[in-house]
Every structure is written in structure tokens, then in C-alpha cells.
């Protein structure tokens, strides 16, 4: 059996990991506020996939790790509008289970791991072309 990763460590991995820009193309994340000291609330930017309406545009969005990360996944929302298939519209909180790569939750999932799912979930040849709100409008 192997050892059983503190969740700080965890978020402190994926902080360096973050910060250093060793991510996925097009996908960014860190934390909101440098002085949370429990590493609970991050901010991410998915750049718009190609060849898609998403194309040239910037989407934030801000993640939420709770004391049960990473056992748990974390609570996502676009703060971007955005019109895509698993996103509530009211409020932009993103459905995990609606993102194929994320869907079965497991301990090894990581932030970017959720951001890249939402960019192919973008680029999927039937959400490629769905009409966006206005760029600039948030939720």
C-alpha cells in the first residue's frame, strides 16, 4: 500500500507545479490569495481552444479545494460566462461528472487535470460551436 499524501503537500505540489507554469497548454492556476495559509481558494485561466468559437479567449474561473481535497474534487466555477454543456448557467459552477476524463473522481486527479478535461469538453466537435455570451460577462 503506499502512503497516503497529506493534503498540503499535495496542494503545495500543485502550487509549484502552477506557479512555475509546468502546466498543460492553455491552462494556468494558483492561488487566489498568497496568504491562504490552508490553500483553499484558487484562481485558473483556460485559454479557448482552437479551431473552436472558444478561439482567442480567455476564461477565468475560480476553484475551491475544501479540508477533504483531494479525496473530494474541488468545487470549479467559471467566472466568465460561458455556454457549455455542464456549467450552470446561473451560477458557473461546473459539472464534474459532465467532464469525461474527471467524472469517476480519484485521490490522483489534480486542478489542471479538471482545467484540461474543461478545455477538450470545449473543443468537442458537438460544443465547438455553440453561441457565447459576449466576451467580457461574468457570472
Known amino acids: 500500500m503506499t502512503a497516503k499524501v497529506p493534503r498540503n503537500f499535495r496542494l503545495l505540489e500543485e502550487l509549484e507545479k502552477g506557479e512555475k507554469g509546468l502546466g498543460a497548454d492553455g491552462c494556468s492556476y494558483g492561488l487566489a490569495e498568497g496568504d491562504d495559509v490552508m490553500m483553499s481558494n484558487w484562481n485558473a485561466t483556460i485559454l479557448g481552444p482552437p479551431h473552436s468559437t472558444h478561439e482567442n479567449r480567455i476564461y477565468s474561473l475560480k476553484i475551491h479545494c475544501g479540508d477533504s481535497y483531494p479525496d473530494q474534487p474541488p468545487i470549479v466555477h467559471f467566472i466568465s460566462k460561458i455556454n457549455l454543456p455542464g ?14 476524463r474527471v467524472s469517476q473522481w480519484a485521490r490522483n486527479f489534480t486542478m489542471e487535470k479538471i482545467l484540461v478535461a474543461l478545455r477538450e469538453h470545449m473543443a468537442h466537435p458537438n460544443h465547438r460551436k455553440l453561441h457565447q ?6 457570472y
Open 87 to 100: 456549467v450552470d448557467q446561473n451560477d458557473g459552477r461546473v459539472d464534474l461528472s459532465k467532464l469525461q
Open 133 to 138: 455570451p459576449p466576451e467580457g460577462n461574468t
